[in-house]
């Protein structure tokens, strides 16, 4: 080795012992203790009984129904529509339109671009809303509103089919960024069935609003949210106690999922069984009020009990107290069912009924035959959701007799549910179901939420002899005296065109003939109606004393729910968007109840839960009654 190579050599071994060294420095230097992030203890004010409650620790985000909007168009219009939109508005439907097919070369509409579709006349942009119901699962379907964009020369909706229409969250934004969509919307649109769809909209005097239409059951949701639990003050070990105490009182799903889901120390996801849909918000409030510790379950039983006498202002809470802990409450609820103060026994009755108590049926049925009016229906309802008993379908099948119309249309609801068999269903393929309801009362109920449907009370059959003229006669329904047929005219004002054909009286053989479309494999005679006209023209037949029913429209509940969700809150625009680029003049709900409300004097709550309790309201104000004896709607 020379001596160069000696001196490499050492400044190598050097260097190498003084990173050992520094190693070893760094490994004997203590370390810096983790400082704890300080976050203030939560703490919440609710009554002693209430304390180890999961609500009484946490919140639940997804409890409420998601508002969604989007553009969207109306095609199939007679003339009444205009190409006016926005600028910006037109680009984004373009857009979506390109998306969706339309220009597309293979495609139905190969040969027609969006922006002629647009500028057509039987067309119109719409603005449609809509709330998603929580914790709703693919393809649920749910009902939107379709209104006109304000300032557009469109007339009227009448007649016309949404076509396939995407909805975000929030209000649309033209000139956003490119959100994933809850959810789409499409199918004929439900204005007005009680006026005459030929009407022109310009000189119409009726007061019937063509510009604001509904879908029923036409949105579809495709981005599923499901609820979290936000624990107050995070902890691993009191998130796995809730978990631990949700799944113990809801069992396993069919796919082996649990209905509750740790997911951090803070967060626990919900899996909302199937069979808890129809009651969401019953589910959510069992959850909320499921003591964290399910320990001694039967003494926790007796002490809400005893509460529920001593502070009976915590019944409705109580309530869902005894369903979190499940049937193990009813040993002490049934004593309660014959107290001597109504909130016990009521508040007692009430989570008996919902843990399927069949012992409170005989008490149930006492409050709908002599109890306060204001407790019949919710008694019904109760009644409807007990196990299978050949008893409460007969009390039910007697209620389709009462006088009080509220009591009758809730007690064919009960039988629905409890799928009684002598009420007949008819399906017309995807446009409506008929029911065929005994009753000694004749009805005609029609529905304005969900899937559309017919409810015909009674043996409902034409009158003899009579002439009933509707639509400005186009369309006439004559029957003679000693004849066991009746003849039906239509005259189509879209296309110059008219039909006659005779039917036996029975109404459902009418429903028959207006619905059916004629086709190779089907070729009977038919009108090819939708709901709406249908509807129509059934109404036309009782106001013109066809046939002696009352015709009873459902309430608009998706108005009330859209007037409900925006009263008293300030609107929310999507949160990944800002309010610059936001078309001018769009109206909200908001925007609208509070014009509608500002001239108005101020409900009280009493009559604000009245209106929201009602079963009908008609959808126009009522005709005069004729002198033929066909009846006004309710």
């Known amino acids: 080795m020379t001596h160069t190579n000696r001196w490499i050599h050492l400044g190598l071994v050097l260097l190498l012992a003084g990173a050992c060294l520094a190693l070893t420095a760094c490994q004997n230097k203590p ?29 639940i985000s997804g409890m409420t129904p998601e508002y969604v909007s989007g553009y969207g168009l109306v095609v199939g219009l007679n003339g009444t529509g205009s190409s006016d939109a926005p600028l910006t508005v037109r ?24 922006a002629r579709m647009i500028d057509d006349r039987n067309t119109a942009v719409v603005l449609v809303q809509a709330f998603i119901p929580p914790a709703s699962p693919e393809k649920t379907p749910f009902d939107v509103l379709v209104t006109t964009l304000p ?18 969250r929030g209000m649309p934004i033209p000139g956003g960024p490119t959100t994933n969509a809850l959810a ?11 006026v005459d769809p030929a009407t022109d909209p310009v000189t119409a005097r009726d007061g019937v609003n063509r510009i604001e239409g509904r879908i029923l059951g036409g949105g579809r949701v495709r981005q599923v949210f499901r609820p979290v639990i936000n624990l107050d003050n995070p902890s691993h070990s009191r998130a796995l106690a809730m978990t631990a105490s949700i799944n113990a009182r ?29 009651r969401m918000d019953d589910f959510f409030q069992i959850v909320l009020h499921t003591r964290v510790d399910r320990a001694f379950p039967e003494q926790w039983a007796r002490r809400y009990a005893e509460a529920l006498v001593e502070t009976p202002e915590l019944a409705d809470q109580l309530v869902h107290c005894f369903e979190a802990i499940g049937e193990v409450s009813l040993p002490v609820l049934r004593p309660l069912y014959t107290h001597s103060e109504s909130a016990p026994r009521r508040a007692a009755l009430t989570a008996g009924a919902r843990l399927a108590d069949p012992l409170t049926r005989p008490h149930l049925e006492d409050i709908i035959r002599d109890g306060p009016a204001a407790m019949r229906i919710d008694a019904i309802e109760l009644l409807a959701g007990l196990p299978p008993d050949l008893r409460i379908n007969a009390f039910l099948r007697q209620l389709l007799n009462n006088p009080e119309l509220d009591t009758r249309i809730a007690a064919y609801e009960a039988l629905l549910r409890r799928a009684e068999p002598r009420i007949t269903r ?15 009362y004749k009805m005609i109920y029609v529905t304005q939420q969900g899937h559309p449907r017919i409810a015909l009370f009674g043996d409902l059959r034409f009158n003899q002899p009579v002439l009933v003229s509707g639509w400005d006669g186009r369309l006439m329904i004559t029957t003679d ?15 110059p065109r008219s039909a006659t054909h005779e039917i036996g009286h029975a109404i459902t053989e009418f429903v028959d003939y207006l619905v059916h479309e004629p086709t190779p494999e089907e070729p009977m005679p038919g009108l090819n109606f939708s ?53 001018d003049r769009i109206e909200t709900p908001e925007t609208r109840d509070r014009q509608i409300q500002s001239d108005q004097p101020e409900e009280t709550d009493e009559q604000r839960e009245e209106r929201r309790r009602r079963y009908v309201r008609p959808l126009a104000p009522p005709p005069e009654t004729n002198n033929s004896g066909g009846r006004s709607p309710r």
């Open 481 to 495: 005296s000693d004849s066991p047929r009746a003849r039906v005219f239509y005259r189509d004002f879209r296309r």
């Open 250 to 278: 809801f069992p396993q799903l069919a796919n082996r999922t649990t209905v509750a889901r740790g997911l951090s120390d803070e967060n626990i996801e919900l899996n909302v069984p199937r069979i808890w849909r129809p």
């Open 531 to 583: 709901y709406s006209q249908t509807v129509g023209a059934l109404y036309e037949v009782v106001r013109g004393g066809g046939v002696d029913a009352e015709f009873v429209p459902e309430t608009d509940r998706l108005a009330l729910e859209l007037l409900r969700e925006f009263e008293g809150r300030e609107f929310e625009q999507r949160p990944e968007l800002s309010p610059e680029g936001a078309v």
């Open 151 to 168: 300032g557009t020369a469109t007339t009227s909706l009448e007649g016309g089919i949404l076509y396939t229409t995407r909805l975000y």
């Open 426 to 440: 008819i399906r017309y393929n995807d446009k409506f179901v008929l029911d065929l309801v005994p009753s000694d």
């Open 91 to 114: 680009a984004m439907l373009e857009d979506e339109m390109l998306r969706l097919g339309v220009g597309d070369s293979d495609g139905p509409l190969a040969n027609v671009s969006p």
């Open 31 to 59: 370390k810096r203790p983790m400082r704890a992030v300080d976050r203030p203890i939560v703490s919440r004010d609710v009554h002693p009984i209430l304390s180890n409650t999961i609500g009484a620790q946490a919140t």
């Open 184 to 194: 789409e919307a499409r199918g004929p649109i439900f204005i007005n069935p009680f």
